[in-house]
């Protein structure tokens, strides 16, 4: 499931961002910056994620001298979904997708199986406002590294063993698994209303972009990517990907 989404990038899966601003090089010296629009509930999301990583990973096996930089930027799939209380999860699938809903879930499990990801689809569906708050506050702690563990963490929870991504336990001990914080404390943050606006006022503004789905990925705030790419598109010579462009700007060097 890649998509491509206007106006950012018409004609392909990885191409230049037309914002009406001037953009920086791509490749940057050896900073990589992957700004990363997501949503914990969605699986593609989490294939994207592990896509990404894999590719990173052979970047740096290949003894390229890079600096990656994350961020995880919040994003709605579902607007609808209700906030202060679960839905079923299943139910909520076949409404949105209908009699596919049994294909797409085959084609998913499949997908992520091929990555050591063990999709389920059952218990409960929520909006991942509440969690968006933390993964935030998890960025003002310890960066992207940190957004990146707690991201992963309740991505494998949800998605892998049908918890509930808007349960203050659940998130809780999310935060205390990764070492984010002990869950007493994550407990006092979601139940404020620490960083509410600032999550919304940022997924207003992707939506304003023009980011109408997720997984989404911006590269050097120059290059974009939608949906969950297999890490062989990051690596293809005949395209932009990021790890032929290090390579070809190392030898400059």
């Excluded at 894999?54 to 930027?73: G, N």
């Excluded at 299943?90 to 997708?97: I, K, T």
């Excluded at 023009?210 to 290059?223: E, H, L, R, S």
Aim: with cysteine.
């Amino acid at each position: 499931m890649t998509q491509v989404a206007t106006p950012f990038f018409p004609q392909s899966p990885l191409s230049p961002l037309d914002d009406g601003f001037d953009s920086p090089p791509l490749f940057d010296g050896r900073k990589l910056k992957l700004t990363i629009y997501q949503d914990p509930t969605c699986p593609w999301c989490y294939i994207g994620e592990r896509e990404m990583q894999w590719a990173i990973q052979i970047l740096k096996e290949q003894e390229l001298d890079v600096k990656v930089e994350l961020e995880f930027r919040p994003f709605l799939l579902d607007p609808e979904l209700p906030v202060d209380r679960p839905v079923n999860k299943r139910e909520h699938y076949y409404q949105r997708f209908g009699n596919k809903a049994t294909l797409w879930e085959k084609f998913v499990t499949a997908r992520g199986a091929a990555l050591g990801i063990d999709f389920k689809f059952g218990g409960p569906a929520r909006s991942s406002l509440m969690c968006q708050r933390l993964i935030m506050k998890a960025g003002e702690i310890g960066g992207g590294e940190a957004q990146k563990a707690l991201y992963e963490e309740i991505s494998r929870r949800v998605l892998e063993q049908e918890k509930d991504v808007g349960c203050l336990r659940n998130l809780s001990e999310s935060a205390a698994a990764c070492g984010l914080m002990c869950a007493e404390r994550a407990i006092a943050f979601l139940t404020s209303d620490q960083l509410q606006d600032e999550v919304e006022q940022e997924i207003a503004l992707a939506r304003q972009k023009g980011i109408t789905g997720v997984p989404f990925a911006v590269i050097n705030d120059k290059y974009a990517v939608c949906g969950g790419l297999p890490k062989e598109k990051y690596l293809d010579q005949d395209e932009a990907q990021f790890i032929h462009g290090f390579r070809a700007k190392q030898g400059e060097d």
